[in-house]
């Protein structure tokens, strides 16, 4: 009996090595990490949103400081090729020559009065709004053609707009609507933009771009006054701008990619 088990004991021994022989020569491929994107194999959307400054120029220097830029937008990405939407929002807390404007309601003691006869206090806003569509190229910033990281340019063009807005407390007749119409300045017309900047989309987010840009408005005036001209005004004005954006991007992108196996 003790040689049966011993027997026994050995014939398992010898079947379970045998098992672990075949499944070493049966062993599955195991998947490896895909081979780095190229540009030119990326297709698909991005949404982003980007906030920003621009240092105003032209005829609007005269009335407005630095301007805060908010924009949101979405790009069709075919390769190399950038096409798009966008629109956003222009803001200023930093309106100039407010005397000339309001001069009318000031007291000699340099305050505005309310219905109520007491103080009233007064803010003043540029607000605007730019809405266009987009077009551009990026490169890649090494020679494999990866696209992790490139640059890109874009040319904008589009409609935009921008004036004064009057917020008061105590109720000032004169700073509700429809007087405020002689004294918002608002403008509105076509401008064209320009972007330079560097695009990183990686494997993992998060995915952004900085970039300096510019851009031109052909603004006509609407209400056709102005105090900044001392009366009628009827001629269109440039209104432009430069500065930097960062941006955040959720991309929905499809990619080809290489798939190696090893034994």
Same mark, same amino acid.
């Given at each position: 009996?003790?040689?049966?088990?011993?027997?026994?004991?050995?014939?398992?021994?010898l079947?379970?090595?045998?098992?672990?022989?075949?499944?070493?020569?049966?062993?599955?491929?195991?998947?490896?990490?895909?081979?780095p994107?190229?540009?030119?194999?990326?297709?698909?959307?991005?949404?982003?949103?980007?906030?920003?400054?621009?240092?105003?120029?032209?005829?609007?220097?005269?009335?407005?400081?630095?301007?805060?830029?908010?924009?949101?937008?979405?790009?069709? @990405?075919?390769?190399?090729?950038? +096409? $798009?939407? %966008?629109? =956003?929002?222009?803001?200023?807390?930093? &309106?100039k020559?407010?005397? #000339?404007i309001?001069?009318?309601?000031?007291?000699?003691?340099?305050e505005?009065?309310?219905?109520?006869g007491?103080?009233?206090?007064?803010?003043?806003?540029?607000?605007?709004?730019?809405?266009?569509?987009?077009?551009?190229?990026?490169?890649?910033?090494?020679?494999?053609?990866?696209?992790?990281?490139?640059?890109?340019w874009?040319?904008?063009?589009?409609?935009?707009?921008?004036?004064?807005?009057?917020?008061?407390?105590?109720?000032?007749?004169?700073?509700?609507?429809?007087?405020?119409?002689?004294?918002?300045e @608002?403008n509105?017309?076509?401008? +064209? $933009?320009? %972007?330079? =900047?560097?695009?990183?989309?990686?494997? &993992?987010?998060?995915?952004? #771009?900085?970039?300096?840009?510019?851009?031109?408005?052909?603004?006509w005036?609407?209400?056709?006054?102005?105090?900044?001209?001392?009366?009628?005004?009827?001629?269109?004005?440039?209104?432009m701008?430069?500065?930097?954006?960062?941006?955040?991007?959720?991309p929905?992108?499809?990619?080809?990619?290489a798939?190696?196996?090893?034994?």
């Open positions: 009996m003790r040689i049966l088990s011993l027997l026994w004991v050995v014939a398992v021994f079947s379970a090595h045998s098992a672990m022989g075949q499944g070493a020569g049966l062993a599955r491929p195991r998947r490896s990490t895909p081979v994107t190229e540009i030119s194999s990326q297709k698909g959307g991005m949404i982003y949103v980007g906030l920003g400054g621009y240092v105003p120029s032209g005829y609007w220097r005269q009335r407005y400081g630095n301007l805060l830029d908010i924009q949101t937008g979405y790009t069709w @990405l075919n390769g190399s090729t950038l +096409l $798009g939407l %966008e629109g =956003g929002a222009l803001y200023s807390s930093q &309106v020559g407010l005397d #000339q309001l001069d009318f309601l000031i007291t000699p003691e340099g505005i009065l309310g219905n109520d007491s103080y009233s206090s007064l803010r003043v806003e540029m607000r605007g709004w730019q809405l266009g569509a987009h077009v551009g190229q990026r490169y890649a910033l090494n020679d494999l053609g990866s696209a992790k990281s490139s640059w890109f874009k040319l904008k063009g589009g409609m935009m707009q921008h004036k004064m807005a009057f917020m008061s407390s105590g109720g000032v007749p004169m700073l509700a609507a429809p007087y405020t119409h002689a004294m918002d @608002l509105r017309g076509a401008f +064209l $933009g320009e %972007e330079l =900047g560097f695009m990183h989309l990686g494997r &993992v987010a998060p995915h952004f #771009q900085l970039s300096v840009l510019a851009f031109q408005g052909w603004m005036p609407v209400r056709g006054y102005t105090f900044v001209l001392d009366g009628i005004q009827k001629e269109p004005q440039w209104s701008g430069w500065g930097v954006r960062a941006t955040w991007i959720l929905l992108l499809q990619e080809k990619s798939i190696r196996f090893y034994y």
